[in-house]
């Protein structure tokens, strides 16, 4: 009697304090998330934009310092030129053209002490006075190309912007080579003239000169010069983009298109496009700048949400320590009490009412809950009981539960359940021989039997009909085997009947028939429940059984494909099915033995 006070009070309180707990610690814990998110988010936004633009700014720095150290090396090539463009000897030698000059100071040995590949002089028209270059890795002497004598030319914008008093840079493109050129007048060393011609410096952008660029800017810088066929193709969509940023004003080489380009969160590749003496592009300068600004932001915000997780967490225990100490311990105390009745079976035991809040009262209730299950919990036991076991020897306990929640009709569809009819062949004309009682006691063994492999095997006994015996399998719960089992319930059928006569010496034998498909299952009707099946499915099943041979099980199509693999069959062949046409049949012989 006391088991429904159990299992209706302190379960109950139970969960009524854990929901509590589970709903103030999930209502808390969402507001300081979002909370936090938003905070957050926020802070994230703003402070990583301030760094992105801190980041921006150096950047640009670091590419500003990577223009001035070019124009810084091309100031001293117009520098050295310079120097020896304001010379007597050179002035001199302009006039004359005395090749000790030459021989004696302008030489290979002389460029390497200067650390430049030419030394040109050309007259005021442009004629060549003279020319000496160097190899500078394997100091061999070379001569000028075409393709640079042809930029000295004196109408060339190098040649053009240096004035009878003053020098002038640029870079010039050397069949895909890049030189770092620096020009100057040939002047008297007191600044007298008239001019003499110009001199021109040059220095190539080599290898050794790209480290040492790269050292002074202490950046990893990628030069990409411009070859006779332009720049490669994969940077053609850079080269277009730095080109449409060209100033309009300005000198080109002093204010070259930038570009800023993030490849990812480590790096940033910087752009600066130089264009020659004719303004023609003709050097790219990659420079790799580390990240280290935006990293530091974001070491920053890891360390803010470490910081914010931790707070949050310490809110959330003391949320949690209070709500404990005012609400769920004395909850927690008043299921234990309810427990302990429940436990100890008395239910005149009566739980603690102290106080004037909420908690007390509820205490109340359940006391008063108690008194009126004490006093009706016999009767509702024994009711309920008789009605439970009524109701489950008439439906599956499946349909005996929804009935109880709804006393609607109950009907469900079932895409696979295979059905077994089996009828008892000879029945019919022993019982006209023998009286009513034996009659009952013959199919009351037998059916006893067939219940008894039915539960066993877990089929649904549908009904029974006279001396015919009708179960299926796959409802009301779905199976994947319901074919399998009904093929074992129908050869222990058959073996128990052939048992069952054996023993008492009748001469019967039972008539088998298998079918699966697609039935209606279900309950119709106000009164005397039955579940029954309704579907083609069903009436091929009984064709199954009324066409077959005695002694033996037939199945159908449908179930032959679901059983070949694991038992033996034999095919019958097609035979004539009322309503139905031609169907190929087959005998259920047994289990394969592997």
């Known amino acids: 009697m006391q088991r429904y006070a159990r299992e209706a009070v302190a379960p109950k309180l139970l969960s009524d304090q854990v929901s509590i707990r589970t709903k103030t610690l999930a209502l808390v814990g969402f507001v300081l998330l979002l909370s936090s ?17 801190i980041e921006e700014r150096s950047a640009r720095k670091d590419l500003f310092r990577v223009q001035q150290i070019l124009i810084s090396d091309l100031t001293d090539q117009a520098v050295t030129a310079w120097d020896w463009g304001l010379s007597t000897d050179t002035y001199e030698f302009a006039q004359d053209r005395n090749p000790e000059f030459i021989d004696t100071n302008v030489n290979a040995e002389s460029l390497l002490g200067l650390g430049a590949n030419f030394m040109i002089m050309l007259t005021e028209d442009g004629e060549m006075i003279s020319q000496v270059g160097v190899d500078l890795r394997s100091e061999r002497p070379v001569r000028a190309s075409e393709s640079l004598l042809a930029n000295l030319r004196p109408n060339s914008p190098l040649i053009g912007e240096r004035s009878s008093e003053s020098h002038a840079y640029g870079l010039i493109s050397d069949d895909g080579n890049v030189l770092l050129t620096g020009v100057s007048p040939i002047l008297r060393s007191d600044d007298s003239g008239p001019s003499r011609g110009t001199l021109v410096v040059g220095r190539y952008l080599d290898r050794a000169k790209r480290q040492m660029l790269e050292s002074r800017a202490q950046l990893s810088i990628d030069f990409t010069a411009r070859g006779p066929d332009g720049f490669p193709e994969e940077l053609a969509g850079l080269i277009a983009t730095l080109e449409a940023l060209t100033p309009a004003k300005g000198s080109p080489l002093r204010f070259p298109p930038r570009l800023l380009e993030y490849v990812d969160d ?46 949050g967490g310490i809110l959330m225990i003391a949320v949690f320590f209070l709500l404990n100490r005012i609400v769920l311990r004395r909850l927690l105390s008043l299921e234990r009490e309810v ?63 929804q009935l109880k929640s709804s006393p609607d009709s109950i009907a469900e569809s079932y895409n696979e359940v295979t059905i077994l009819f089996a009828d008892i062949v000879g029945f019919t004309d022993m ?14 063994s037998l059916f006893s039997r067939f219940d008894d492999l039915a539960t066993e095997l877990g089929l649904e006994k549908i009904k029974t009909i006279g001396d015919a015996y009708m179960a299926a399998a796959g409802l009301p719960l779905r199976t994947r085997d319901n074919a399998r089992v009904v093929a074992d319930m129908a050869l222990a ?50 064709r199954m059984e009324s066409t077959g041979e005695a002694g033996r099980i037939q199945t159908t199509q449908s179930t032959y494909d679901l059983l070949k693999d694991s038992y033996v069959l034999q095919e019958r062949g097609v035979i004539e099915i009322k309503g139905r046409g031609s169907m190929m049949t087959y005998f259920l012989i047994g289990k394969r033995p592997d």
């Open 266 to 311: 480590n790096t940033i590749k910087g752009h600066l496009l130089f264009p020659d003496t004719d303004g023609v592009p003709v050097l790219l300068a990659t420079a790799t700048i580390p990240r280290t600004i935006y990293l530091a932001g974001l070491e920053s915000l890891n360390s803010l949400r470490l910081a914010m997780a931790a707070g």
């Open 339 to 401: 427990s302990r009745i429940g436990t100890t079976k008395d239910l005149s035991v009566r739980v603690n009412e102290q106080g004037k809040d909420e908690l007390s009262k509820l205490g109340q209730s359940v006391n008063w809950m108690l008194s009126e299950i004490e006093t009706s919990n016999e009767k509702l036991e024994r009711v309920h009981a008789r009605a439970e076991g009524l109701l489950l020897n008439i439906l599956p306990k499946a349909v005996a539960d």
């Open 37 to 53: 998110f938003a905070l957050y988010q926020i802070i994230s936004s703003q402070q990583l934009q301030t760094y992105r633009e």
């Open 431 to 444: 019982s006209a021989k023998m009286d009513a009682t034996e009659v009952v006691g013959i199919l009351n």
């Open 493 to 542: 059928m058959i073996d128990a009947t052939e048992t069952v006569c054996r023993e008492n010496g009748y001469d019967l034998s039972l008539r088998v028939g298998i079918n699966t498909g697609v039935v209606v299952a279900g309950v119709i009707g106000k009164t005397k429940f039955i579940y029954d099946l309704w579907g083609d499915a069903v009436n091929i099943a009984s």
